[in-house]
Nanobody, 120 residues
Framework: QVQLVESGGGLVQPGGSLRLSCAAS????????MGWYRQAPGKQRELVAA???????NYADSVKGRFTISRDNAKKTVYLQMNSLKPEDTAVYSC??????????????WGQGTQVTVSS
């Protein structure tokens, strides 16, 4: 079984920075994509950033140039470095891992989420 635990959220002023961490337990060696999602009250959950198995990264237009997703395979951890934070970045950020199964198909795993609040 795979478990994901996010950390690093908190309160930060506009223009500040935070680094979120998503630590995995269990075997994630078969991951296809790992990503960060966020959901603010009254809004749809959206993909913020993702890293694929081959190392390719994708970002929502709203965070390009400000956020960076990275991974540390040895630590089984994926990070989201968030710079130049804006109030509209306020949301619960959740980590998701999509793993391939031995005989086809995929399984999704979600962390509990961590609150990021950007406010002056």
């Amino acid at each position: 079984q795979v478990q994901l635990v996010e950390s690093g959220g908190g309160l930060v002023q506009p223009g500040g920075s935070l680094r979120l961490s998503c630590a995995a337990s269990g075997d994630i060696s078969s991951f296809y994509v790992m990503g960060w999602y966020r959901q603010a009250p009254g809004k749809q959950r959206e993909l913020v950033a993702a890293v694929t198995r081959d190392g390719s990264t994708n970002y929502a237009d709203s965070v390009k140039g400000r956020f960076t997703i990275s991974r540390d395979n040895a630590k089984k951890t994926v990070y989201l470095q968030m710079n130049s934070l804006k109030p509209e970045d306020t949301a619960v950020y959740s980590c998701k891992a999509t793993l391939t199964l031995p005989f086809g198909g995929t399984n999704d795993y979600w962390g509990q989420g961590t609150q990021v609040t950007v406010s002056s």
